[in-house]
């Protein structure tokens, strides 16, 4: 049945939430084109006879779930319905699809998440990327060109209105921060409460010279979070980090998981895996591990983390990262920047510039994209960052965004790692008056981590 803004809400959800959908524009630009739909839970407060509103919320990406929100903290889940949804191009919202063929799949994996270190290499990952992005080309349908953060906004702000919120109130991380970023440039009037973690630089995001991934310079914290990693791990780690990288520079190391299984470790494979150790303070133990099976292969691994990718939902996302940013549309250039980012940081510097390489083939335009000002007036802005390096979103950026938006305060988390949610009381005392009275911390705030 039909909600009184639209909402259909389903018979069956996941335990604990509300599912449902809403209908919005493809094009908010010529609403003739028809409509995508957008799949969205609630999470219930539970105190509903004292409730105070609804907070949005966004985990990042560009690509990622965000239907099933978490509850971010305890005491927001006493007093906010939390609605989550899945942005169009991802999840269970309309998507697109740029394979015919299962076999393509593999192309796909040769063409992203890894970087080349030979000439020849880049020459094969460049023509396997450029064949990918003629595929979404060719399969993906209007939906590609509809999928820019500028028409995401606009969905949110019919998501608002939807649930009857005058105002926005809104959690994002990583991704979500420019998502944010972006609604408040377009509706600044309609500003509640925006929390802003792990925070993009949305002037970097969107305009410059050279590919976009290497504009953001999240691979320059990387150095600083695995110091702070190692110092911290000095006393019981019997490995040489560097010694490491030389030997997989030289060919793959086999190892074997906790489960007995043999997995093989390349040099850009054992990059990324470090790479996803470092965004949480919290996985030291697994990346100790890890870095210790590759000194020592008798040393057992720890399994894998995450699991495999939603295909259509990364190349929806992957529509929306090329259509918001400018790049080069020469895919040669990657090298040079990634080599630059490399002296920068072994390893991370290449594996950041050359996820966007994508953008250099792939033409997606959307009439929707919004690419600034930023600095539009509105109520006051939360950032929430982590001072001793985030290999996503660097502390750097989150400092330069303060002062670029028309009101916005930076609240520090004094680790290393993506995100500062539930990893201090401190931060979450904050986030939790900042939706309930709308007080940001005073300037420099510094919240020690639990």
Request: glycine share 10%.
């Amino acid at each position: 049945m039909a909600g009184p803004a639209g909402i259909v809400w389903e018979d069956s959800c996941t335990a604990g939430y509300e599912c449902g959908h809403l209908d919005v524009p493809l094009s908010y630009q010529d609403a003739a084109l028809g409509t995508v739909r957008l799949a969205i839970a609630r999470l219930p407060a539970t105190d509903q006879a004292h409730k105070l509103g609804t907070i949005f919320f966004n985990p990042g990406g560009p690509g990622t779930s965000g239907r099933f929100a978490p509850a971010l903290t305890p005491a927001l889940h006493t007093r906010f319905d939390i609605v989550g949804f899945d942005p169009r191009g991802v999840g269970a919202s309309s998507k697109i699809h740029c394979f015919t063929d299962p076999s393509q799949v593999a192309m796909l994996q040769r063409a992203l998440g890894t970087f080349p270190l030979t000439r020849a290499a880049e020459q094969q990952q460049t023509t396997d990327t450029r064949t990918v992005t003629d595929l979404c080309e060719q399969n993906a349908g209007p939906l590609a060109n509809h999928l820019s953060t500028g028409t995401i906004a606009r969905d949110l702000d019919r998501l608002r209105a939807a649930f009857g919120e005058p105002k926005l109130r809104y959690y994002g991380k990583s991704y979500g921060t420019y998502l944010g970023e972006t609604y408040a440039n377009l509706f600044p009037g309609r500003v509640g409460t925006l929390a802003l973690d792990a925070v993009d630089d949305p002037a970097r995001w969107s305009t410059g010279p050279g590919p976009m991934s290497y504009r953001l310079q999240g691979f320059s914290d990387a150095p600083r979070a695995l110091q702070s990693f190692l110092d911290n791990c000095a006393s019981r780690c019997m490995f040489d980090y560097n010694a490491i990288l030389n030997r997989l520079e030289r060919g793959p190391i086999t190892v074997t998981d906790t489960a007995g299984k043999q997995v093989t470790i390349t040099y850009q494979s054992a990059i990324s895996r470090i790479h996803t150790y470092l965004t949480d303070a919290g996985s030291a133990p697994a990346l100790t591990a890890f870095l210790q099976a590759l000194a020592d292969p008798a040393s057992p691994a720890p399994p894998s983390p995450g699991g495999p990718p939603d295909i259509d939902s990364l190349l929806g996302g992957g529509a929306t990262l090329c259509s918001d940013s400018a790049n080069p549309r020469d895919p040669a250039v990657w090298w040079a920047y990634a080599r630059r980012a490399d002296r920068v940081s072994r390893g991370f510097g290449p594996y950041d510039v050359y996820k966007t390489l994508p953008c250099a083939t792939w033409e997606v335009t959307d009439t929707g994209r919004y690419a600034g000002p930023w600095n539009h007036p509105t109520a006051p802005i939360l950032l929430m960052a982590n001072r001793q390096g985030d290999l996503e979103t660097p502390y750097a950026g989150a400092q330069r965004t303060e002062h670029l938006l028309g009101n916005a305060r930076l609240l520090t988390l004094d680790t290393y790692g993506h995100g500062s949610r539930g990893k201090s009381a401190c931060i979450d005392a904050w986030l939790n008056g900042y939706f309930t009275t709308g007080a940001v911390p005073a300037q420099g705030t510094l919240c020690a981590p639990d």
